[in-house]
């Protein structure tokens, strides 16, 4: 790492249990500042600002366990330096794009257990919102036309896959390359970008780390459906932690596009990521328990999976009813898979 990108940087210098959280989004703190305590060993260890700066991002909960070296980049101003969430997407684009690298031209009309989408029909989708977030980035006079057209059709009741089509007529092993080859350039651009730019986008706006995550998310998502077609493994990272803060952060959500009443607490989650570390997610309470695989969790929120054909474990009414109604992405309220549905053919 070059020298100057270490200047305010906060790291955990073993794994722990963060047991106190002092700042918050927006505080201006002094070189030697508390920022956090973090309990390793039966011992507190207090992490310092090493600059003066502003509080860009709180990345973790309290009573959360982390892992060494577990940091964020940030100048002497506060700015972020750090956007791993580009790089997230764009490996998750690269696995997805490795399922699919082989495959010959009448392998694009195969369907998949989503919807009847196609292979075809995946891969365009995903290009075209890849397309989406990038001419958000360029503000709300280059994103208009998009989300004109878009919200016409949402209010006309009709599908998005014919806007898609004409957006991205490219069929088969042209549209493969097109859409990776967008991925790509898409993320050498993102790296330049602040993370905590305001974009436009169909809804109320995002950051720019929201959307991004989002692109993960999906491509995550929708590769689900490939994966199981073709009947490969995917082989699961850590940059899944994004999708499951996503999953943890749209719990209010959940409900409220159901039309449920939000529970006051959050269920605790205990979640075993794929490289074994554990990780917390809010704090014991009347809300219940929810612990297994980081994966199968990530899966529920986004309706890729039963909550049955999974092994969580929970405990308590409203985490029950949280993982039977989870909805980590927008738009209408939406039905998850019943049991079997979703499965590697």
């Avoid at 730019?197 to 720019?208: D, F, K, N, V, Y």
């Avoid at 932690?241 to 209010?252: E, K, M, P, S």
């Avoid at 405990?315 to 039977?324: H, R, Y």
Wanted: hydrophobic share 45%; charged share 25%; proline share 4%.
């Amino acid at each position: 790492m070059a020298e100057e990108r270490q200047v305010g940087v906060v790291v955990a210098p073993m794994p722990g249990q963060v047991i106190a959280i002092d700042v918050a989004v927006g505080d201006l703190v002094t070189r030697g500042q508390r920022l956090a305590v973090l309990e390793a060993m039966k011992m507190q260890h207090q992490l310092v600002a090493e600059c003066d700066g502003v509080v860009q991002e709180v990345t973790v909960l309290k009573d959360a366990q982390v892992a060494a070296g577990a940091g964020h980049y940030c100048d002497r101003k506060g700015r972020t330096m750090s956007f791993e969430q580009v790089q997230d997407f764009l490996d998750e684009s690269e696995m997805l794009f490795a399922a699919v690298r082989d495959l010959e031209e009448e392998d694009f009309d195969r369907e998949t257990q989503f919807k009847s989408w196609t292979i075809e029909d995946v891969l365009r989708h995903l290009h075209y919102w890849n397309r989406a977030v990038d001419f958000a980035a360029e503000g709300e006079q280059a994103f208009s036309g998009l989300k004109e057209r878009v919200m016409a059709v949402i209010a006309a009741g009709k599908s998005l896959r014919e806007v898609e089509r004409k957006a991205v007529p490219e069929t088969g092993r042209v549209l493969r390359a097109s859409w990776i080859g967008f991925a790509r350039a898409l993320a050498k651009r993102w790296q330049d970008i602040d993370p905590k730019a305001r974009l436009p986008w169909i809804g109320p706006e995002m950051s720019a780390r929201s959307a991004i995550t989002a692109r993960q998310m999906e491509t995550w998502a929708h590769g689900f459906e490939i994966f199981d077609l073709l009947g490969l493994e995917r082989q699961e990272h850590d940059r899944l932690r994004n999708i499951v803060v996503l999953g943890v952060n749209t719990f209010g959500w959940s409900h409220k596009v159901q039309g449920f009443d939000v529970p006051e607490v959050m269920p605790k989650l205990v979640l075993e990521a794929p490289s074994g570390a554990i990780w917390e997610f809010g704090e014991e309470s009347a809300g219940g328990r929810i612990e297994g695989k980081a994966a199968d969790f990530a899966a529920v929120v986004t309706q890729t999976r039963a909550l049955g054909d999974t092994a969580l474990m929970l405990s308590g009414e409203v985490a029950k009813t949280w993982m039977t109604h989870a909805q980590c992405f927008a738009g209408p309220p939406e039905t998850p898979p019943t049991k079997g549905a979703r499965k590697k053919v």
